[in-house]
């Protein structure tokens, strides 16, 4: 179990997958621990849960489902239900550099232009949705300089929609 929990991307903690299954962790730590747990195999119904939040880690459920002591033919109907229940958006945490505010109000102008006055809300949010990545790419790569805050790249960067200079 420490191995697949270890070879999830990015690399889960014991606390990390605690928090996941919503269990205290040293319930948890008590299932990764051989001398603690002297059961062959892990209860099903936590053998799923387990499968399900490595699985949004990129680890196959089959190999997590055997842990409950499955026989191939018992596993495959298991992990292919927990991949069907993997949700549509995994989330994750990451640094990222903005551009300015300025550079920012100008593209969020530049977006804002092309939703029609007598659009709804419903449909000036697909819009907006819609462009966004367009946008940031018309904003231009951020530089990042070393030890100070991150700036607009210079004449490389692409134009701006709203205001067409870098």
């Known amino acids: ?35 603690r747990y002297k059961k062959g195999e892990l209860p099903l119904d936590l053998t799923r849960r387990i499968a399900a939040v490595l699985a949004r880690h990129n680890v196959d459920p089959a190999e997590v489902m055997k842990l409950a002591g499955l026989n191939e033919g018992e596993v495959e109907p298991e992990a292919r239900a927990i991949e069907a229940a993997k949700p549509l958006v995994q989330y994750v945490t990451m640094a990222v550099a903005l551009p300015s505010e ?23 949010a697909r819009i907006l949705a819609q462009r966004l990545p367009a946008g940031f790419a018309a904003i231009g790569p951020v530089a990042l300089d070393q030890g100070k805050a991150p700036v607009i790249a210079p004449a490389e960067a692409a134009q701006s929609l709203a205001t067409d200079r870098p």
Request: glycine share 6%; charged share 20%.
């Open 102 to 124: 300025d550079a920012l109000a100008d593209m969020f102008q530049s977006l804002l232009a092309l939703v029609p006055a007598d659009a709804t809300k419903a449909e000036a």
């Open 1 to 35: 179990m420490k191995a697949l929990r270890k070879s999830a991307v990015p690399p889960l903690t014991v606390r990390g997958i605690a928090e996941a299954l919503g269990m205290p962790f040293g319930t948890y730590s008590s299932y990764e621990t051989p001398s």
